[in-house]
C-alpha cells in the first residue's frame, strides 16, 4: 500500500501536504501559477535517474545484455546494412555524406529531440533521418513504425550506447520543453492519471505484472516482448496513453516529440541503452 | 454506433452493454439513474445507491477483475488467490467491507478525488474536469450506475 486515505477532515487539516503533492503532480490548482512561472531548469527529476532495463526482470536483463542473444540486434544489423545503401532520386547513401557512422554518429541520438535552426521545428531521430532522405537524398520520407525507419533509427542509437545524454532545453527549445512538461504532469484521459503519477510517484509500485519504471527513454527504439518486435519510443508512449484511456497521438506527433524533450532531460546523465528489451 | 459489431457474438451481451452504454450516457434524464452530475456526497459517503436498488456482489466481483471494465486489480489486492500479478499502487482491499461503510465504499469508487484531490485512483462515475479523453469514451464515466452498485455490493462483502 502506497498511499494511506486520509478522512476528508485530516485532508482539509493537511492543505499544505495537498499543496505540496499538487506542486509535484503539477496538477492545476493552487500552486500552478507558481509552476508556470518556474525556469526549465526547477523542474523535478527522479534524484537518482535509474535505467528502464533496471527495472525489468534478470532473464530480460541477460537478454539486452547478450548482443548475440538481444532480438533487438537484428534492426541494428538491418539498420547498418541500410546505412550503406544508396537511396532516392541521387543514388546517395547516408554513408556518402556522413561516412563511417561509428566515428561521425557517435554521441549524436543522445542530443535529440533538436531544434532545427533552418525551421525552428523540433526534431527527433527519427524526423532527423526523414530530414535527410527528403532534403540531401531526395527520396520519399519513411513511414514511423517501417522497419527501415526502425532499423536506421536502432542503428543510430547503438552508436550513443553509454554515452549520457546532452539535450538542449533552453533558447528556442525552452517552449518545447515546457510544453513537454505540462504533458507530464498533466492528469489526462478518462482514468485521470498523470505520467507523473505513476514514473515519478510509484516508481517501483507493482501495476498489475509491471513494475513501474521512472519512464526513461533511453532504451527506445525496444525490442517488447509482448510485440515480439521492435518499437519506437512513441509506440511506447501510445502504450501508456492508451492505458489511462486518453487521445492516442499520431506517430512523430509534435506533442509527443515536445514531450521526448522533457523526458531526455529528466534523464539528466543517464546513459543510453538501446536498443533495449522489455516485457 | 459501435453496438451492432460489438453484439455480434451474442444477443445476451447486447443487452447487458446496451443497458450500461445508455445507462453510462451520463444517467441523464434516466428514471431512477442519478447521473454523475446529481451525485450528493454527505461527509465522506454517498449515501444513497445511484440506481435506488442495491447491487449484485457476484457480478460486482466479475467487474472488479475484468481487465477491461473494472481493472481493479492493476492497482488493488482482492481475496481471489487464483488472480496472479495483483497490483499494489492502492490499499490491499481485503476487509474493505469491515473497515467502511457501504455508503463510503461508495463514494471512494465513485470519486476518490473529493476526497484525496491528489489521489492515483480514478474516478469511475465522473464525467466533467477531465483532460484529452480518447473520443470513444468522452463524456461516460469508467463504470454505468448499475456497475458501481454491483462493484459496492462486492466490496462490502469483503469483511476480512
Same mark, same amino acid.
Given at each position: ?51 528502464? *532495463? ?166 527506445? /527504439? ?48 543517464? /546513459?543510453?541503452?538501446?536498443? $533495449?528489451?522489455?516485457? | 454506433?459501435?453496438? /451492432? ?21 451520463? $444517467? ?11 451525485? +450528493? ?6 449515501? +444513497? ?28 489486492? +482482492? ?25 463510503? *465504499? ?55
Amino acid at each position: 500500500m502506497r498511499q494511506r486515505m486520509p478522512s476528508a477532515i485530516e485532508t482539509a487539516a493537511g492543505i499544505a501536504a495537498v499543496i505540496l503533492v499538487c506542486s509535484i503532480f503539477g496538477m492545476p490548482g493552487l500552486l500552478h501559477a507558481v509552476r508556470a512561472e518556474d525556469a526549465p531548469g526547477a523542474a523535478s527529476r527522479p534524484a537518482v535517474p535509474r535505467q528502464g *532495463i533496471t527495472f525489468q526482470s534478470k532473464a530480460t536483463q541477460a537478454l539486452q545484455a547478450d548482443d548475440g542473444a538481444n532480438p533487438a540486434m537484428l534492426w541494428v544489423e538491418q539498420g547498418e546494412k541500410l546505412w550503406s545503401v544508396p537511396m532516392g532520386a541521387d543514388a546517395k547513401s547516408c554513408a556518402g555524406c556522413h561516412g563511417d557512422a561509428t566515428v561521425s554518429m557517435k554521441g549524436v541520438a543522445a542530443g535529440y529531440p533538436k531544434v532545427d535552426p533552418a525551421t525552428g521545428a523540433l526534431l527527433n531521430i527519427e524526423a532527423r533521418i526523414n530530414k535527410c532522405l527528403v532534403e540531401h537524398q531526395h527520396a520519399p520520407p519513411l513511414a514511423y513504425e517501417s522497419q527501415d525507419l526502425l532499423s536506421l533509427t536502432a542503428y543510430l542509437s547503438v552508436q550513443s550506447r553509454g554515452l549520457p545524454r546532452d539535450v538542449q532545453i533552453d533558447g528556442p527549445a525552452a517552449a518545447y520543453f515546457n510544453s513537454g512538461r505540462t504533458f507530464f504532469t498533466t492528469r489526462q484521459g478518462q482514468l485521470n492519471l498523470s505520467c507523473a503519477q505513476c514514473h515519478d510517484d510509484s516508481v517501483g509500485a507493482k501495476l498489475r505484472g509491471d513494475t513501474i519504471s521512472q519512464g526513461q527513454t533511453g532504451g527506445w /527504439p525496444g525490442y517488447r516482448l509482448e510485440w515480439q518486435t521492435l518499437g519506437s519510443l512513441h509506440r511506447r508512449l501510445r502504450a501508456c496513453s492508451l492505458g489511462v484511456r486518453a487521445e492516442i497521438l499520431d506517430f512523430g506527433s509534435p506533442d509527443y516529440v515536445a514531450l521526448e524533450l522533457y523526458l531526455a532531460w529528466r534523464a539528466k546523465d543517464l /546513459p543510453l541503452e538501446s536498443p $533495449g528489451v522489455r516485457r | 454506433m459501435r453496438i /451492432p459489431v460489438v453484439c455480434a457474438g451474442s444477443i445476451a451481451v447486447c443487452c447487458v452493454l446496451a443497458s450500461q452504454l445508455s445507462a453510462g450516457r451520463a $444517467g441523464e434524464g434516466q428514471p431512477g439513474i442519478v447521473a454523475p452530475s446529481e451525485i +450528493v456526497v454527505v461527509g465522506d459517503t454517498i449515501p +444513497v445507491s445511484l440506481t435506488g436498488l442495491p447491487g449484485d456482489a457476484v457480478r460486482g466481483r466479475a467487474i472488479v477483475l475484468d481487465r477491461a471494465v473494472g481493472n481493479c486489480l492493476i492497482c488493488h489486492q +482482492v481475496p481471489v488467490p487464483a488472480e496472479t500479478f495483483q497490483g499494489n499502487i492502492g490499499p490491499d482491499l481485503r476487509g474493505v467491507g469491515g473497515r467502511l461503510g457501504e455508503a463510503q *465504499i461508495r463514494l471512494r469508487v465513485v470519486d476518490q478525488s473529493r476526497l484525496n484531490p491528489a489521489t492515483m485512483m480514478p474516478p469511475f462515475y465522473r464525467v466533467d474536469d477531465l483532460t484529452r479523453v480518447a473520443a470513444r469514451f468522452k463524456g461516460l464515466p469508467v463504470l454505468s450506475a448499475s456497475a458501481i452498485e454491483d462493484v459496492v455490493a462486492y466490496l462490502v462483502s469483503l469483511k476480512q
